[in-house]
């Protein structure tokens, strides 16, 4: 049996007050995409309090992606949901009386965790769809219109659909399935998926990456596919022999 007092000591740093000079700092359950908690920053402003983020959220996002743009969208959209604001790169409660500041609390660690998640999802999308149109343009200039599909959707061999940025020469015995790849976890989780549940060799499928990808998601993404750097690209027709006639076959 589990024992509570295992339990309250693994939850000993949730709940400790750290004086800075922004405010009486507390270490929230709420996490960020690097997995590290959620601080909030707690102040004395006229009768009530301010509780802000510290500009965590803005922060956690930026190491994934120096986008200000779609960052400062995430975090005004999440502000919205939860009733706050933002002011420069935080998230910002203010309540009148200590009766709502536990709420105000819980309500800046999850915004602030929730607007980190959303704007590094936004992050990867950009960044996913700038890599593609590189290869795409890359492809073009070593391989005829013809032999090359784009946004291609087939049946797994579980049934699912999955998808593939590009197909070269669908029409031979072994097309090659090429999709890109950045270095974040939905990316890497979605891109194994799609490899690993579609027939042919791993030599037939390519998962094309920019950005340096983590030693272990290189491994992961290896058991069902090469990974090739972009910089490489051009010399993949030549690897995978790419010059069989083209006509419709995937569907």
């Known amino acids: 049996m589990m024992s509570c007092e295992d339990i309250r000591n693994a939850l000993a740093d949730f709940g400790l007050c750290e004086q800075t000079p ?8 709420c996490l960020y995409p690097s997995y590290e ?31 200000a743009e779609l960052i400062g969208k995430s975090l005004e959209e999440t502000a919205s949901r939860f009733h706050i604001c933002v002011s420069g790169k935080a998230l910002v409660a203010r309540v009148d009386t200590i009766d709502w500041l536990t709420s105000a609390m819980l309500s800046v660690a999850n915004a602030s965790s929730l607007a980190a998640y959303d704007a590094v999802d936004k992050i990867t999308a950009a960044q996913e769809e700038a890599l593609i149109d590189r290869i795409g343009k890359s492809l073009s200039e070593v391989m005829s219109p013809n032999s090359v599909s784009k946004n291609v959707t087939i049946k797994g061999l579980s049934g699912g659909m999955r998808h593939f940025d590009f197909v070269l020469n669908r029409e031979s015995p072994f097309p090659t399935f090429l999709n890109s790849v950045t270095p974040h976890r939905n990316s890497i989780a979605a891109k194994y998926v799609s490899f690993s549940d579609t027939s042919g060799p791993r030599e037939s499928k ?9 030693t272990g998601d290189i491994a992961l993404l290896q058991q069902v596919a090469d990974v090739v750097p972009f910089l490489s690209l051009k010399e993949v027709p030549h690897r995978y022999s790419l010059n069989v006639p083209f006509r419709p076959l995937l569907r």
Do not use: C, P, Q
């Open 22 to 29: 922004e405010g009486a700092r507390i270490a929230m359950h």
């Open 37 to 67: 908690n959620v601080r909030v920053f707690v102040g004395k402003s006229g009768d009530g309090y301010t509780v802000h983020d510290g500009a965590g959220a803005h922060n956690a996002a930026w190491l994934h992606g120096r986008d």
């Open 206 to 214: 390519v998962a094309v990456h920019e950005k340096e990808l983590e």
